[in-house]
């Protein structure tokens, strides 16, 4: 009985120590890329919305239309048709002089369609108490930053592994973000999403929005009725324009500038903001998790605590796919699991090697 009761106290007092150790190694983010890099495999695999459209400066583009940059009389001339659509949002900068007159002309086209965004850049930042700050801004030059109907800054975020997952929707500055002020035309509201770090929940691969050459709005060849009441992205999609990033969904290919935009647009438009679950849930999961296995071994066969545990832990990885596809939640992969297996490992050594000197003095005895 005695020892049984010994068995229990190190059951538990393991579990619950090796439960602390994966808590604080948590919460000072050890492992946090590995755990960046399982949940990418999550994204995507949804539908992207059909009045959502790219005008892609792609290969076709430049093949047709001359090498870039274009002379502005081709913006002019592609803006001029896009009337119908029920907001255009430009990720093409325009922050450089190019003819006043060229340019007076593209600025009265732009206020005429009165639905543009057009982008500006932060080129500096200062954080103050956690809060982002724009100082220093590229805007668009002349008679242009006045005729569009809003304004947006087109920075995206990267994280330390090259992947960029995020934006940030709330800078402190005079201009909001390039997605919101597309928003808040289309809806004619404020998205209220303000996050330094608000994380994309990308559709699909590159290439899952409708898309069309530019060249084929200049040339004609584009129905323009086909984009009444759109949503228009233009933007580069050329590789050799060099404006794309890795995000989640890549797979070795990487997303367009503009493409990223576009998932943000479709993120406001559905509300399906992802959410990393609290660390205090978290903290709660390694320790429920390390404790059950625990007591499960000082309760169990060794044999049926294996396959228990086994299942427990599919089906939290299970469960954390679930909630991603289903309620928007991002569980953290590594620690509970973690929690489980060293739990695990350790509760059955100890076992072994008490039951071996428990066997031994025995042995002793006669």
Do not use: C
């Not at 060849?221 to 949503?231: E, G, P, T, Y």
């Not at 990487?254 to 399906?272: C, F, S």
């Amino acid at each position: 009985m005695q020892a049984r009761k010994k068995e229990l106290r190190y059951s538990i007092g393991i579990s619950l120590t090796l439960a602390f150790i994966f808590s604080i190694l948590f919460l000072l983010g050890i492992f946090s890329n590995i755990q960046l890099r399982l949940t990418d495999n999550l994204y995507g695999g949804k539908n992207a919305m059909n009045n959502i459209v790219i005008l892609a400066i792609d290969d076709k583009s430049l093949q047709e239309l001359g090498r870039w940059p274009w002379n502005r009389e081709v913006f002019v001339k592609g803006f001029s048709r896009l009337n119908k659509t029920a907001v255009v949002g430009v990720d093409v900068a325009f922050f450089e002089k190019y003819d006043l007159n060229v340019d007076k002309e593209l600025a009265a086209v732009i206020k005429q369609n009165n639905n543009f965004v057009l982008p500006v850049e932060y080129t500096q930042f200062e954080s103050i108490s956690e809060q982002v700050m724009g100082k220093e801004v590229m805007t668009p030059v002349g008679d242009l930053i006045s005729s569009a109907k809003g304004l947006g800054y087109i920075n995206i975020v990267t994280d330390s592994d090259g992947v960029t997952r995020a934006v940030n929707t709330n800078v402190q500055g005079e201009y909001d973000s390039f997605a919101n002020s597309v928003y808040k035309i289309f809806i004619g509201k404020d998205s209220g999403v303000k996050e330094n770090r608000l994380l994309i929940n990308f559709v699909g691969r590159p290439g899952s929005f409708t898309t069309y050459s530019f060249s084929d709005l200049i040339n004609g060849k584009l129905d323009v009725d086909s984009l009444k009441d759109k949503i228009i992205f233009v933007g580069a999609t050329s590789p050799d324009l060099h404006d794309d990033y890795f995000v989640p969904t890549s797979k070795g290919k990487a997303m367009p500038g503009v493409e990223v935009h576009a998932n943000i647009m479709q993120q406001l438009i559905n509300k399906d903001n992802l959410h990393e679950v609290s660390p205090l849930l978290t903290v709660l999961l390694i320790f429920a998790i390390a404790l059950l296995t625990g007591l499960m071994l000082y309760r169990f066969h060794a044999m049926i605590t294996t396959i228990i545990v086994g299942l427990v832990l599919i089906a939290y990885i299970v469960l954390g796919v679930i909630l991603f596809d289903n309620a928007n939640l991002i569980v953290n992969f590594i620690y509970p699991i973690l929690a489980g297996v060293f739990s695990y490992v350790f509760v059955v050594l100890y076992f072994y090697f008490f039951e071996k000197k428990t066997n031994q003095e025995l042995l002793n005895a006669f």
